[in-house]
Protein backbone atom coordinates (compact mmCIF):
# COMPACT_ATOMS: atom_id res chain seq x y z
CA UNK A 1 0.00 0.00 0.00
CA UNK A 2 1.27 3.36 -0.62
CA UNK A 3 2.37 5.58 2.55
CA UNK A 4 1.39 8.61 3.31
CA UNK A 5 3.38 12.03 1.42
CA UNK A 6 4.75 14.43 4.54
CA UNK A 7 6.04 17.82 3.62
CA UNK A 8 7.22 21.35 4.88
CA UNK A 9 9.41 20.46 6.84
CA UNK A 10 12.92 22.27 7.51
CA UNK A 11 15.13 24.62 9.77
CA UNK A 12 13.68 26.56 12.05
CA UNK A 13 15.23 28.93 14.69
CA UNK A 14 13.56 28.02 18.42
CA UNK A 15 10.65 30.25 19.35
CA UNK A 16 9.54 29.96 15.31
CA UNK A 17 6.94 27.95 13.17
CA UNK A 18 6.48 25.23 10.74
CA UNK A 19 3.24 23.79 9.26
CA UNK A 20 3.24 20.18 8.18
CA UNK A 21 1.61 18.93 5.61
CA UNK A 22 -0.01 15.16 5.09
CA UNK A 23 -1.56 14.03 2.46
CA UNK A 24 -3.20 10.95 1.83
CA UNK A 25 -5.31 9.03 -1.03
CA UNK A 26 -8.92 8.11 -1.35
CA UNK A 27 -11.15 7.84 1.79
CA UNK A 28 -8.82 7.40 4.27
CA UNK A 29 -9.32 10.75 6.28
CA UNK A 30 -12.65 10.50 5.85
CA UNK A 31 -13.55 7.67 7.92
CA UNK A 32 -10.42 6.87 10.60
CA UNK A 33 -8.72 8.86 12.76
CA UNK A 34 -5.11 10.25 11.56
CA UNK A 35 -1.97 10.88 13.48
CA UNK A 36 1.74 12.65 13.28
CA UNK A 37 3.91 10.76 15.04
CA UNK A 38 8.04 12.08 15.43
CA UNK A 39 11.10 10.24 16.10
CA UNK A 40 14.59 11.95 17.12
CA UNK A 41 18.14 11.21 17.01
CA UNK A 42 18.21 7.81 18.72
CA UNK A 43 15.13 7.84 20.30
CA UNK A 44 12.00 5.43 19.22
CA UNK A 45 8.85 7.09 17.77
CA UNK A 46 6.23 9.09 19.99
CA UNK A 47 2.49 10.47 19.20
CA UNK A 48 2.52 13.86 18.60
CA UNK A 49 -1.11 14.55 18.00
CA UNK A 50 -4.39 12.80 16.28
CA UNK A 51 -7.58 13.90 14.82
CA UNK A 52 -10.81 11.41 14.28
CA UNK A 53 -12.76 11.46 11.55
CA UNK A 54 -15.31 14.03 13.59
CA UNK A 55 -12.88 16.50 14.13
CA UNK A 56 -11.67 15.25 17.87
CA UNK A 57 -8.01 15.92 19.08
CA UNK A 58 -5.54 14.16 20.74
CA UNK A 59 -2.14 16.17 21.98
CA UNK A 60 0.92 14.78 23.27
CA UNK A 61 1.24 16.94 26.19
CA UNK A 62 4.63 17.96 25.92
CA UNK A 63 3.32 19.65 22.52
CA UNK A 64 0.07 20.57 24.03
CA UNK A 65 -0.66 24.64 23.68
CA UNK A 66 1.99 24.83 20.81
CA UNK A 67 0.90 22.50 18.00
CA UNK A 68 -2.44 22.28 16.48
CA UNK A 69 -4.06 19.65 14.01
CA UNK A 70 -6.56 20.25 11.25
CA UNK A 71 -7.75 18.35 8.58
CA UNK A 72 -8.84 19.23 4.96
CA UNK A 73 -10.97 16.50 4.37
CA UNK A 74 -11.68 17.16 0.49
CA UNK A 75 -8.12 17.47 -0.03
CA UNK A 76 -7.87 14.29 1.94
CA UNK A 77 -5.01 16.70 4.12
CA UNK A 78 -3.93 16.74 7.34
CA UNK A 79 -1.73 19.93 9.01
CA UNK A 80 0.27 19.97 11.77
CA UNK A 81 0.98 24.24 12.51
CA UNK A 82 3.92 23.80 15.11
CA UNK A 83 4.26 27.30 16.74
CA UNK A 84 6.94 28.05 19.71
CA UNK A 85 9.37 25.32 18.36
CA UNK A 86 12.18 24.16 20.74
CA UNK A 87 15.06 22.30 20.11
CA UNK A 88 13.45 18.95 21.24
CA UNK A 89 11.04 19.30 19.15
CA UNK A 90 13.58 18.01 16.22
CA UNK A 91 12.54 14.64 14.95
CA UNK A 92 11.48 13.31 11.30
CA UNK A 93 7.78 13.81 11.48
CA UNK A 94 5.56 11.22 9.92
CA UNK A 95 2.27 11.08 9.44
CA UNK A 96 -0.20 7.59 9.44
CA UNK A 97 -3.77 6.14 10.61
CA UNK A 98 -3.99 5.39 14.07
CA UNK A 99 -5.31 2.16 13.36
CA UNK A 100 -3.97 -0.59 10.62
CA UNK A 101 -0.95 1.71 10.08
CA UNK A 102 -0.02 1.87 6.35
CA UNK A 103 3.19 1.27 5.05
CA UNK A 104 5.51 4.21 7.12
CA UNK A 105 6.73 7.31 4.69
CA UNK A 106 9.84 8.65 4.51
CA UNK A 107 8.70 11.47 6.81
CA UNK A 108 10.06 15.15 7.16
CA UNK A 109 12.65 16.53 8.78
CA UNK A 110 12.18 19.51 11.52
CA UNK A 111 14.98 20.73 12.46
CA UNK A 112 14.87 23.87 15.25
CA UNK A 113 18.37 25.48 16.31
CA UNK A 114 19.51 27.70 19.64
Known amino acids: QVPFVESGGGLVQAGGSLRLSCAASGSTLSFGTIAWYRQGPGKQRDLVASISRSGATYYNPVVKGRFTISRDNPKNTVYLQMNSLKTEDTAVYYC????????WGQGTQVTVSS
Open 96 to 103: NTLVNSRT
